[in-house]
């Protein structure tokens, strides 16, 4: 079986972008034309975002006289909670796919499947039990399209019409396309036209959705341990100052950003302010109407050395009408969870984030509530219910049917309407650049957003992006409504505010 071709190096080269034409000394608004490295970035969280661009700078001829700062929660002299164990990109498994109906996200992340497949040598990134390539098995509820139907690639797609069924669909034409360069490729993706087809090639007994397809080129990652890879790359490079710290506001002089003001009243100065802040982006500078911060449910179950065995080559399974999904156990743990609209969670801050003025005040924000600040906090019955089904329907031992999850988590995104990440300069204050909006799905890119967001910093944003990274302002009443992402990969209820979901669990 053909393998796909794999880049030499574990990380990319430099871009292209050392190459760059003469550069004009604006570090504002444009991601279109270069700009001047300045000479000095402070990145604000070290999550995938923030921590891959830190390393493609450092790695940048242009930006070899600029200071490089990342700061972040989590104390970086202690690699076991580094970054922040409630980060995003901090669990056991994020599934690595190139399933995306929209051919841009698609082949950007077909980019970074080559790199995940890299394990000739234990220091490559998909050595040592990070990367598995375990399939995935795309499905969803409704209609089945008719035997036939034939699938359109490069279409424009308008993803806030986009049914679970379309988001199945559409991927599945890209990632053809993708493979079509090799039959013994694209031979490992295949359609599972019915509900027999899907429980075959599950293998666990259990099936879901009614249409969908395996695509073997597909798999997960181990998120907490290519954090620690990448961040020990990062270290080797020696060109990164890492300060353990919390950040209360960003500083500001008139209508320029100059740096970020520490909870222990430390004053971190620069001439470039990246905040990639993940879900807690908001906290800091106003996202009203573009950006929101979603709470997601995950449940761990404790296998048997049996259990595990039995399960051991099942794919990981995503229903795109429900969000539920199932990861393939490992090390005696298997991972049940919900792509879904998420849980708000309101929060009253004392210092609005830069920026709130511009579109409506900003009282309230949605931010992160985790078991760092809440040591006591569950998941909601409702969460726990829809993972108890998935894992009912999609693995139905007897044996797993009632066992109590051995640890739940509620993980944060940060939310934005069509699911696009915000990679873009501020339009209004000079000196900010942000990075966020992960949407739920940005961790696969690990081995090369921060080459991309690198080359939006220069001023050349990649132009399929170009429409789709840019800060937006929302239209009309949009600012003063809570952001909800339709792009057809969502299930759940939209708007579910957590304190009342917690508040009936006790009920
Ligand atoms: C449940 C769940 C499942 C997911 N599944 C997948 C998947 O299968 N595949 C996939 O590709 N992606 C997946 N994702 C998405 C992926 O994990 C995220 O897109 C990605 O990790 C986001 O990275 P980030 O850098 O934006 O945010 P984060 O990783 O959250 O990093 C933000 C950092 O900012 C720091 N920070 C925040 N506020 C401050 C402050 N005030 N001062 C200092 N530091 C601060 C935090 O400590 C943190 O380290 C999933 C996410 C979740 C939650």
Redesign the pocket.
């Known amino acids: 079986m053909a393998t796909p071709p794999a880049p030499s190096s574990s990380l990319p080269p430099l871009s292209s972008t050392e190459q760059q034409p003469p550069l004009a000394p604006q570090q504002q608004q444009s991601s279109s034309s270069p700009l001047s490295p300045p000479s000095s970035i402070l990145i604000?969280?070290?999550?995938?975002?923030?921590l891959t661009t830190a390393y493609a700078l450092s790695r940048r001829h242009d930006f070899a006289n600029t200071t490089i700062t990342v700061?972040?929660?989590?104390d970086p002299s202690n690699p076991d909670v580094f970054?922040?164990p409630?980060?995003?990109?901090?669990?056991t498994?994020?599934?690595?796919r190139a399933d995306y109906p929209d051919a841009a996200y698609a082949a950007l992340a077909a980019e970074a499947q080559l790199q995940w497949r890299q394990q000739a040598h234990p220091d490559d990134l998909g050595s040592e039990g990070r990367y598995s390539e375990s399939g995935l098995l795309l499905v969803a509820d409704g209609p089945a399209p008719p035997p036939g139907t034939p699938v359109v690639t490069g279409t424009v797609i308008d993803k806030s019409k986009l049914t679970g069924m379309d988001y199945t669909r559409f991927s599945w034409a890209n990632v053809l396309s993708i493979a079509s360069s090799d039959p013994e490729l694209a031979a490992r993706i295949k359609e599972c036209p019915d509900t027999d087809a899907i429980k075959a090639a599950l293998g666990t007994g259990g099936s879901s959705g009614s249409w969908g397809y395996i695509n073997g080129l597909s798999g997960?990652a181990n998120?907490g341990a290519s954090m620690a890879w990448l961040y020990k790359r990062v270290k080797a490079e020696g060109r990164i100052n890492f300060v353990a710290?919390?950040?209360?506001n960003l500083e500001v002089s008139g209508d320029t950003v100059t740096g970020a003001r520490l909870s222990d009243g430390r004053v971190l100065s620069a001439d470039l302010v990246m905040v990639?802040?993940?879900?807690?982006t908001g906290?800091?500078v106003d996202l009203t109407g573009q950006a929101i911060a979603t709470g997601?449910v995950?449940g761990y179950i404790d296998l048997t050395p049996e259990e595990e065995a039995q399960l051991a080559h099942m794919p990981v399974i995503l229903n795109l009408s429900t969000g539920l999904f199932i990861i393939p156990p490992k090390n005696g743990v298997l991972k049940i969870?919900r792509?879904a609209y998420g849980y708000l969670n309101p929060t009253t801050l004392s210092t609005p984030p830069l920026g709130s003025s511009v579109t409506a005040p900003a009282t309230a924000v949605s931010l992160p509530l985790t078991t760092l600040s809440d040591p006591t906090l569950q998941i909601p019955t409702e969460g726990a219910d829809d993972l108890r089904r998935a894992l009912h329907e999609m693995v139905p031992l007897p044996s797993l049917r009632d066992r109590p999850f051995s640890k739940t988590r509620i993980?944060?995104?940060?939310d934005t309407p069509t699911a696009d990440f915000i990679i873009d300069y501020h339009p209004e204050y000079k000196g900010l650049f942000v990075?966020?909006g992960?949407?739920?799905?940005?961790?696969?890119?690990l081995p090369v957003i921060g080459e991309k967001i690198a080359d939006v910093i220069a001023g050349q944003c990649p132009s399929e992006f170009v429409g789709k990274w840019n800060w937006r302002y929302p239209a009309g009443d949009a600012a003063i409504k809570a952001v909800i992402t339709e792009d057809g990969s969502r299930g759940g209820v939209p708007g579910l505010i957590l304190s009342t979901e917690l508040g009936r669990a006790l009920n």
């Not at 710290?245 to 209360?248: D, H, K, L, N, P």
């Open positions: 604000i969280g070290s999550g995938v975002f923030g700061v972040d929660r989590a970054p922040a409630d980060a995003a990109s901090v669990d498994s994020r599934i690595i997960w998120a710290g919390e950040v209360t990639s802040a993940g879900a807690w906290r800091l997601q995950l969870a792509h993980c944060w995104y940060s990075a966020t992960d949407s739920g799905h940005a961790f696969k890119f």
